[in-house]
């Protein structure tokens, strides 16, 4: 027995029009709460020049990014974590010493504390997560927990 593919997609809220506090704990999330599509949120531009939209959760960070290419950012750390994968394009990330060309699908890690930076190959697409938040980020987009 298959899945059966979804022919109509769903027309789902911004995140703007989505509560931004949870009634308690312990309520069930409503459907239009669990979703979001990244693309369609406002985009704000990083030091570096990267056009980045950001969720922020209570326990972590989410970023679509988009990285021209040439653009970079400087190496530098900080206390998240992050992973992410390229959704589309070429990015040159360096960690901890170590560059890696990524292409789409691929994805990288970066501990805690850990120098590192990348260069826009050819345009892409990155899905990112920090954790804990990114309290610098939270300019970018909504709190939405």
Not at 15 to 34: C, F, G, S
Request: aromatic letters at 6%; proline letters at 8%.
């Amino acid at each position: 027995m298959g899945l059966t593919p979804q022919r109509a997609r769903a027309t789902l809220p911004s995140v703007a029009e989505q509560p931004t506090e949870w009634q308690n704990e312990t309520e069930a999330a409503k459907p239009q709460n669990r979703f979001v599509r990244m693309g369609d949120q406002p985009f704000g531009l990083l030091p570096s020049g990267v056009r980045a939209s950001v969720l922020t959760l209570a326990q972590m960070s989410v970023v679509y990014a988009v990285i021209e290419p040439g653009v970079s950012s400087a190496p530098h750390a900080h206390d998240h974590e992050q992973l992410g994968i390229v959704l589309e394009g070429e990015v040159d990330y360096t960690i901890a010493g170590e560059t890696c060309r990524l292409k789409a699908g691929d994805g990288f890690f970066i501990p805690s504390n850990v120098v590192h930076s990348v260069v826009g190959i050819e345009r892409a697409v990155t899905f990112e997560v920090f954790a804990p938040p990114r309290d610098d980020y939270s300019v970018l987009g909504p709190r939405v927990t």
